[in-house]
């Protein structure tokens, strides 16, 4: 009696421990589920202070001609705002040295600077552009920005599958009226929280692109990243891919790096 | 071929006043090497002005016929070196043209020839190198420390290299660049048979100078510039020789008339001493974006006492205006910006001052596209004179990974003799050029 006791106790142990790692949702409305899973997936991103990469973005037109963009970022986590970033453009070779640095900010538009260094110029440019074409690839500015929970309003629409994995289906409304889109569905898996493709709905409400993520890694035991990103627009046919060739967290970058001095020093 | 001999000793001297750590030099070993090549076509469908054909009276022994037609190449190689720590950075960058008509317009200049290094807050960089300093599109009035290569483009905005020792400090309250600039640069000037050329010929090897030190004068200049939530402000200040010259009439060798030579033959370039404070502001209000430049530049007047045919008047000057965006104009990627700026110049003597009393408008038209297309396309209205105004086109793409291609066009109406832009009322252009980049 008493081992069967235990052994009942055990499991049910086991099993209360197995389902705290899964988001408890129960008795929330379809907005706070959305909002707790989208909170989740902001709380495992947290903490990675700062990071540099280098990516290459392959942009393919409707004949299948490619371009190919080269660039690398370094980027600064801010406590209670938005990341700062400074990239820096490689390829093509006509734009190679410009550098963009940006101060993203949750309530209010972002300040951004570029750098032309054949003129030898910083220009302070508009930020509310945050819909236009990205070195005119298929990513906007508003795609590649940072995850903020304040840029959307959430709703869960269920559960589905996705790249093998089971996933939670997010319907993500942008609060910035300048946004492109009038709304997203983001699918999640429900293990990690790793976003493994999202729809993108145009101001007309139509299906306008979807962008799915490949090949996720682990850093410093907590921070997943997709080495490989697809964004195909599905009204034009073009698409474009955004490989990352390299990746590091921690590497001791400051405020101090992120500045109109280093701006122009970036090479 | 033109190399000014001033150059590399200014040069030389001001690298070795901040010592070069030679022993960074033996550590890892990055070399980088970018740079491009290019060719350039440009047509003048008006005859020029200042030929012989036009000037019967022109005392000119040669027979002036302007160009028509100019072809050039040119290539800005470029070095650059970093150490393994990236605290410390040579660049090694030079330019050449050679055109098939001007032999003054073919010119190598040593646009960057520079050490930098630098720490959390602050940076110090010595050697050649180029600033920019300003904010507005149609003219760059606070824009002062780098020369113009004037012979490259009527635009001025191309600029030779300058010899400077620069130390910056980042701090809280902004970021502060004080100058210290060894050796001066002439400006270039087109040839005889050239075009955007002066009335008489500039006798280019004879520049006159205020200053006993001439060329050698060593000029100095500050900036300091902050950025305030949506506001970017600049204050700066120049003690120094006018990288702008004035012109003095010269009879032969002389500065006055002669027997031999009655009737001036050719303008000798003047450089002035100035002090100069210089104030920009840029405001960035979403998709709009207002733009201000302000000058004021005072002279020594010494100079009227050695130059009987100058005179110089302090004066202020200012542009200012607005860029607003219409982002994904008609449903499409295209971006469409709308520019207007006026120009103001307290002088009232029109022919030193191109903007004295002008608007600009203009449109840039980007498409977003693969290829980065963009156009440009803009009016200057002179408001004092309405039949004076010039009215430019500029179009850019690029063809395949590593080419790019520009056309521009310049037409240039003017009715008013007193305006500086008379000079080149028959200089309306057409230009192509291709340049590959590496």
Same mark, same amino acid.
């Given at each position: 009696m008493k081992l069967l006791k235990t052994l009942t106790t055990s499991m049910m142990l086991l099993t209360a421990a197995t389902f705290a790692?899964?988001?408890?949702?129960?008795?929330?409305t379809a907005e706070q589920q959305g909002l707790a899973v989208a909170q989740e997936r902001k709380n495992r991103d947290l903490g990675w202070s700062d990071s540099q990469s280098s990516v290459i973005m392959t942009l393919r037109n409707a004949q299948g001609e490619e371009s190919i963009r080269e660039m690398r970022m370094k980027s600064l986590e801010v406590a209670d705002d938005g990341d700062k970033g400074l990239t820096i453009f490689d390829k093509p070779k006509d734009v190679s040295g410009t550098a963009f640095l940006s101060f993203s900010h949750i309530d209010k538009a972002d300040d951004q600077w570029l750098y032309l260094p054949a003129l030898k110029r910083v220009k302070r440019i508009s930020?509310?552009?945050?819909s236009g074409p990205f070195m005119g690839s298929e990513f906007s500015y508003e795609d590649l920005s940072s995850f903020e929970l304040e840029k959307y309003s959430f709703k869960m629409l269920g559960e589905e599958q996705v790249n093998g994995l089971d996933c939670y289906k997010i319907e993500q409304i942008p609060t910035?009226?300048?946004?492109?889109?009038?709304r997203q569905v983001v699918w999640m898996d429900k293990?990690?929280?790793?976003?493994?493709k999202i729809d993108f709905y145009d101001r007309k409400k139509a299906l306008l692109k979807t962008l799915t993520f490949n090949d996720y890694q682990l850093y410093l035991d907590k921070y997943w990243r997709p080495m490989s990103m697809s964004m195909v627009n599905h009204q034009t046919k073009k698409s474009t891919d955004l490989k990352t060739l390299s990746l590091e967290f921690k590497?001791?970058?400051?405020?101090?790096?992120?500045?109109k001095a280093t701006l122009k020093r970036a090479r | 071929m033109k190399r000014k001999p001033g150059l590399l000793p200014s040069a030389l001297m001001a690298m070795f006043v901040a010592q070069v750590?030679?022993?960074?030099?033996?550590?890892a070993f990055e070399l980088d090497v970018s740079g491009n090549i290019g060719a350039q076509w440009r047509e003048f469908p008006n005859a020029g002005q200042y030929n012989s054909s036009n000037n019967?009276?022109?005392?000119?022994?040669g027979d002036i016929e302007q160009v028509r037609h100019q072809f050039s190449i040119s290539a800005e190689p470029e070095l650059g070196w970093q150490s393994e720590d990236g605290l410390h950075t040579v660049v090694l960058k030079a330019f050449g043209r050679w055109d098939s008509e001007d032999s003054e317009r073919s010119h190598v200049d040593i646009r960057e020839a520079s050490w930098l290094t630098y720490g959390d807050s602050w940076e110090v960089k010595a050697g050649i190198s180029k600033v920019f300093w300003g904010v507005?599109?149609?003219?760059?009035?606070?824009?002062?420390v780098n020369q113009s290569d004037f012979v490259e483009a009527p635009d001025g905005e191309d600029k030779l290299g300058q010899p400077m020792v620069k130390l910056s400090l980042i701090r809280d309250w902004g970021l502060m660049d004080v100058f210290v600039l060894p050796g001066f640069r002439e400006r270039t000037f087109a040839g005889?048979?050239?075009?955007?050329?002066?009335?008489l010929d500039v006798d280019r090897d004879n520049a006159l100078y205020q200053? $006993?030190?001439? $060329?050698?004068h060593i000029d100095l200049a500050l900036r300091w510039t902050q950025t305030f939530d949506l506001y970017d402000v600049g204050v700066s200040y120049f003690k120094g020789t006018s990288r702008d010259p004035l012109f003095v009439p010269m009879f032969g060798n002389d500065l006055q008339p002669s027997v031999?030579?009655?009737?001036?033959?050719a303008l000798a370039p003047l450089y002035v001493l100035i002090d100069q404070v210089g104030f920009d502001l840029q405001a960035t209000l979403d998709a709009w974006l207002w733009k201000l430049e302000t000058i004021y530049r005072t002279f020594d007047d010494d100079v009227e006492s050695q130059f009987s045919a100058i005179e110089v008047d302090d004066y202020s000057a200012a542009t200012g205006g607005f860029e607003y965006t219409f982002y994904g104009v008609a449903d499409t990627d295209w971006d469409l910006g709308a520019l207007a700026e006026y120009q103001y110049d307290s002088?009232?003597?029109?022919?030193?001052?191109?903007?004295?009393n002008d608007l600009f408008v203009g449109g840039r038209l980007a498409l977003n596209d693969a290829e980065s297309t963009e156009v440009l396309f803009g009016m200057s209205q002179d408001l004092d004179h309405m039949a004076t105004r010039s009215i430019l086109l500029e179009a850019e793409t690029r063809l395949g990974d590593s080419i790019k291609l520009n056309v521009e066009g310049l037409l240039f109406n003017s009715a008013?003799? $007193?305006?500086?832009s008379y000079q080149f009322r028959q200089d309306d252009y057409i230009q192509l050029s291709l340049e590959y980049y590496y």
């Open positions: 790692q899964a988001l408890d949702l129960s008795g929330k930020s509310r552009n945050k910035d009226k300048y946004s492109g889109y009038t293990a990690e929280f790793r976003a493994q590497t001791g970058l400051k405020d101090s790096d992120f500045n | 750590p030679v022993s960074y030099a033996l550590d019967p009276a022109s005392s000119d022994a507005t599109e149609s003219q760059h009035l606070v824009d002062i005889e048979d050239g075009r955007f050329r002066l009335p200053s $006993d030190d001439e $060329d050698k031999q030579a009655p009737a001036p033959t002088r009232s003597d029109a022919s030193l001052a191109l903007g004295q008013d003799d $007193d305006n500086l």
